[in-house]
């Protein structure tokens, strides 16, 4: 697919200031045409962009201020696009089906031909279905988006649609506007190994996961 250039940001063409938007129509637009966009989801706020717009996804880097090394995640809008992504054995698929769409994050093994640079490790790709219904309404629509947390890189997340526009004008083209978000960064666990590994605590309690997994313990 040829690469749409963005007409909205700084980050990818131009000079235009970060807007504030209110619908999911304009939200779309903009990410289908190569722009950034912040988005409110069920932890978080986060800045996002097409995962088939590799400009854009380069954006996303500058604009956090984040080294390479540090992978950024894709969310999707249900298991039908995880499985584009990723290699989600049976054991995984129970385990999304409980506690997807939340506040868990898998990573896994790439599925063949997914080659766009989230930095990080090459072969793996961290996977979310967020619980967020204007979320999950532009991700049937725009299909994956990669994301990571909408703050420079060391910093504690920003909570609302007016502090992203200010830090990131210029560099995020849109915000949609979903209030104060004081929720918690999902919890990620590591499923390409013998057993599960857990990489960051959050609201999905380790337990939980084990016991979905079939394991008992361990981290």
Not at 91 to 117: C, N, S, Y
Request: aromatic content about 4%; proline content about 5%.
């Amino acid at each position: 697919m040829k690469q749409r250039v963005s007409r909205y940001g700084r980050g990818m063409s131009g000079s235009t200031r970060s807007r504030r938007v209110t619908t999911i129509d304009e939200v779309v637009e903009v990410l289908d045409g190569g722009g950034c966009a912040g988005l409110p989801t069920d932890t978080v706020y986060g800045i996002a962009a097409r995962i088939d717009r590799p400009a854009a996804v380069r954006a996303l880097f500058g604009a956090k201020g984040r080294e390479r090394a540090k992978a950024m995640a894709v969310l999707v809008a249900d298991l039908d696009q995880a499985v584009t992504l990723g290699v989600l054995d049976d054991a995984a698929r129970r385990l999304l089906d409980r506690h997807w769409p939340g506040p868990l994050t898998v990573v896994v093994q790439r599925a063949p031909g997914v080659e766009v640079d989230l930095g990080g490790e090459v072969t793996s790709i961290g996977i979310r279905c967020p619980a967020h219904s204007d979320l999950l309404k532009i991700l049937r629509r725009t299909g994956p988006l990669v994301t990571s947390s909408a703050n420079r890189s060391g910093d504690d997340p920003l909570r609302d649609a007016a502090a992203i526009r200010r830090t990131f004008d210029g560099f995020v083209d849109v915000v949609l506007d979903g209030g104060a978000v004081e929720g918690r960064p999902s919890t990620v666990v590591d499923l390409r190994g013998d057993r599960p590994s857990l990489l960051r605590e959050g609201p999905v309690k380790w337990r939980a996961v084990t016991s979905a997994l079939g394991y008992a313990g361990g981290r």
